[in-house]
Each structure stands twice: as C-alpha cells, then as structure tokens.
T-cell receptor, first 115, second 116 residues
C-alpha cells in the first residue's frame, strides 16, 4: 500500500533563512511525487512534481524539492523564506506502475515564517 | 472562467437531511475526485471518477453517493447527513497522458459543511 509521512506537524523558520519541509513515502512501483500548498480558506495549489528525470525539481514561488530514491524522500526546500510562505504544505504520492491506485496525501506540515 | 468551482462554499444542515455538493470543471479533465479534510487526518478520498459514468469508492465512502453523467460535473450527495460528516470538502480533477502518467491535481476552493 502507498503511504506518505510528513514527520513534522509544524516548522518554524525566520524570514530570509532556508526552509525544509520533510516528506517520506512508500510505494511498490515508481513514485510520482507532488507538493501542494494550502492557504487559509483556500483549496490546495500545486507547487511541483517529480515524475522522472532530474532528482532536483524546481517549482512555483522559488520552491524546489529533491527526490532521493534510496531514502524514499522528497523534501521541499526554499533558499530564503518569506513571511508569505506561511501556509499548510502537503506531500502526495501516486504509484506510477499501478494504474488502479490513487493519490495519497500526507497529513500536512504547517510552515510559519517569522518576520 | 476556466477552472474548477464548487458550490455552495458554505452549508449548514441538520442531521438526517440530504445534501448535495456541486463540482464543475472546465478543462475536460477525465479524472475527478472528492476529498474531505479534517484536522489530524489530512485529505481523505471519498470517491473518484475516471470518466463519465465511471465512479469508484475511496477510503471513506460510507454515507456518500456520487454521479457523473457529464465529464464536467461531479456532484457529491450525503444521503442522510450525520455530525461526523461535518468537514471541508474538496473537489479535484486531473488529466492523464497517453502514456498513463497522471499529472497533478487541480483543486476547487472547497465547501465547508456543518451538520447540526
């Protein structure tokens, strides 16, 4: 079965500092990995994805994520955090080899960027 | 406007009543999904649809019914609402490449449902 873990409920970082939001996954086939962001009272917005190719994926708003197959991780990063990055972040996975499986979302990590 | 919309955005209903949440997308995406979001549970899949007239259950489908007579619409019905169905409901859609690769999902703004 597929699963996604986001080990930190909350991440606090000072504005201007680098940020990392962690995600680990488990799938039996090839992973398709996604990051989404949710602002208050809004739906989820797509940030970036890894399907195949380069392990470092760049996405919207200056975010990037690194796919690490050996550690089954897909951590979200940004070199310099902004207060406006404060939001709820979700990692999601889909088994690329199993057409019948669906997306599985992690529980979310709340990022607070302090001015 | 192009995109995915949900209605109503807010709904209060009483226990035992039937409620229908609407979802409409303008991209002609083949796949559509309903999730509920609850504190501590993240997003949980209720139902999904691979195409018009093709639907399937997710992990928390009990008490819900869906239909998809047209590609662009995917209504979710709570047949007899219970307090445990108080939640925020999100509709999503995505497309699939000819190679079978699933692209990212696009989410609606959500419906906040309160069952009293």
């Amino acid at each position: 079965a597929q699963s996604v873990a986001q080990p930190e409920d909350q991440v606090n970082v000072a504005e201007g500092n680098p940020l990392t939001v962690k995600c680990t996954y488990s799938v039996s086939g090839n992973p398709y990995l996604f990051w989404y962001v949710q602002y208050p009272n809004r739906g989820l917005q797509f940030l970036l994805k890894y399907i195949t190719g380069d392990n470092l994926v760049k996405g919207s708003y200056g975010f990037e994520a690194e796919f690490n197959k050996s550690q089954t991780s897909f951590h979200l990063k940004k070199p310099s955090a902004l207060v406006s990055d404060s939001a709820l972040y979700f990692c999601a996975v889909r088994d690329g080899d199993n057409y019948g499986q669906n997306f599985v979302f992690g529980p979310g990590t709340r990022l607070s960027v302090l001015p | 406007d192009a995109g995915i919309t949900q209605s109503p955005r807010y709904k209060i209903t009483e226990t035992g009543r039937q409620v229908t949440l609407m979802c409409h997308q303008t991209w002609s995406h083949s796949y559509m999904f309903w999730y509920r979001q609850d504190l501590g549970h993240g997003l949980r899949l209720i139902y999904y649809s691979a195409a018009a007239d093709i639907t399937d259950k997710g992990e928390v489908s009990d008490g819900y019914v869906v239909s998809r007579s047209k590609t662009e619409n995917f209504p979710l019905t709570l047949e007899s609402a219970t307090r445990s169905q108080t939640s925020v409901y999100f509709c999503a859609s995505n497309t699939v490449a000819g190679t079978g690769v699933f692209y990212e999902q696009y989410f609606g703004p959500g419906t906040r449902l309160t069952v009293t």
